[in-house]
């Protein structure tokens, strides 16, 4: 089998060697990028981030920005967002607040309620933000980014925003105090709010989804 050539995209927004190293075991060809004029040779990207929105959202400016992801998409290579990296897909934030996301996506990251979850560590009460651990997602039936992965797959979360949970590209939901989207998928983008680089076997199995997506393409 083919490991097709994934970019992971270097935007000075963290260190990646833990999802470059996950997608090599996932069966891609990794190499790490600085700007998306470098991955004109691969067949997917991904595009990860943590910190805060808008930090992450002027170094992907400075490494090619909102078109060039537009243009990596419309070409029809499959692209994951991870975490920040996923919601720069979207329209706008409401941490900053930002309005200039890219806008492939429609809608807004907004923060975390902080509800009461009754069935959560610790027993009723306000849940603590940010939401740091393992929690379990609910998978829109037919995600090609989620096959072989159920109901109740649990992923590992770092974050205190995320996307709204009812929108036409939303692969999978998480409750934390209120619902919001844990995964994206629409034609070839991807998108998750966990860390699918930390979730063991379960994240192991959809970066090797997603590998599949960019081998097919």
Not at 78 to 94: N, Y
Request: net charge negative.
């Amino acid at each position: 089998m083919t490991r097709p050539p994934v970019a992971v995209l270097d935007y000075g927004v963290g260190n990646l060697h833990s999802a470059a190293k996950a997608l090599d075991r996932a069966g891609a060809e990794v190499r790490v990028v600085a700007a998306l004029g470098e991955a004109a040779g691969a067949a997917g990207l991904v595009v990860p981030g943590v910190g805060a929105y808008g930090a992450c959202l002027s170094g992907l400016a400075a490494a090619g920005g909102a078109a060039a992801v537009a243009g990596w998409l419309e070409g029809g290579r499959p692209l994951l967002g991870i975490c920040v990296g996923m919601q720069l897909l979207f329209e706008a934030s409401e941490e900053g607040p930002v309005s200039d996301g890219v806008g492939v996506v429609a809608g807004k990251i907004r923060r975390l309620t902080g509800g009461a979850r009754p069935e959560g560590p610790g027993g009723p009460g306000p849940v603590k933000i940010p939401h740091i651990g393992w929690d379990e997602v609910a998978v829109r039936p037919g995600s090609r980014l989620f096959a072989g992965l159920g109901d109740g797959t649990r992923f590992y979360f770092v974050h205190s925003y995320a996307p709204e949970p009812d929108g036409e590209a939303v692969a999978a939901v998480c409750d934390y105090g209120g619902r919001f989207a844990a995964a994206v998928e629409h034609g070839n983008l991807f998108g998750t709010q966990f860390h699918p680089e930390k979730s063991g076997a379960a994240g192991l199995t959809l970066l090797a989804n997603f590998v599949a997506e960019v081998r097919a393409a």
